[in-house]
C-alpha cells in the first residue's frame, strides 16, 4: 500500500516557474513507477510525465518538453515536478500516482489528493 501527498501548487503568472512534490508512504517506493497527471476544468485527465522505477528513465507529454522536469529521491521517498515557462494552459490540479509495473504509460494504483496550479496570463 503507497499513500501519495502532493505539495507546492499555487498561484503564478505565466512565464514564471513552481516546483511540485510528492511525498511517498511505503518501504518499497524504489519499487515503484512514479507519474504526474493533471486535470483542467472541463476536460480529461491527462498524463504529464513520469519515471520509471527500473530505469530511471523519465517520459513527458509533448505540451511540456523542454519546460518541465521529473525527479525522484527513492532515499527521500519523494518525487518533484520543476515546471518552468509556465503557460496558462498548463492551469490544472496535478496529480501524482504510483504503480507496480515497468512502464509510465501503464495503468496506475495509487494516487494523491491532487494540489492546485493556477497560471494567470
Known amino acids: 500500500q503507497v499513500q501519495l501527498v502532493e505539495s507546492g501548487g499555487g498561484l503564478v503568472q505565466a512565464g514564471g516557474s513552481l516546483r511540485l512534490s510528492c511525498a511517498a508512504s511505503?518501504?518499497?517506493?524504489?519499487?515503484?513507477?512514479m507519474g504526474w497527471f493533471r486535470q483542467a476544468p472541463g476536460k480529461e485527465r491527462e498524463f504529464v510525465a513520469g519515471?520509471?522505477?527500473?530505469?530511471?528513465?523519465?517520459y513527458y507529454a509533448d505540451s511540456v518538453k523542454g519546460r518541465f522536469t521529473v525527479s525522484r529521491d527513492n532515499a527521500r521517498h519523494t518525487m518533484s515536478l520543476q515546471m518552468n515557462s509556465l503557460k496558462p494552459e498548463d492551469t490544472a490540479v496535478y496529480y501524482c500516482?504510483?504503480?507496480?509495473?515497468?512502464?509510465?504509460?501503464?495503468?496506475?494504483?495509487?494516487w494523491g489528493q491532487g494540489t492546485q496550479v493556477t497560471v494567470s496570463s
Open positions: 500516482a504510483a504503480t507496480q509495473r515497468g512502464s509510465v504509460w501503464a495503468n496506475y494504483d495509487y
Open positions: 511505503g518501504r518499497t517506493f524504489s519499487r515503484y513507477t
Open positions: 519515471i520509471v522505477w527500473s530505469s530511471g528513465s523519465a
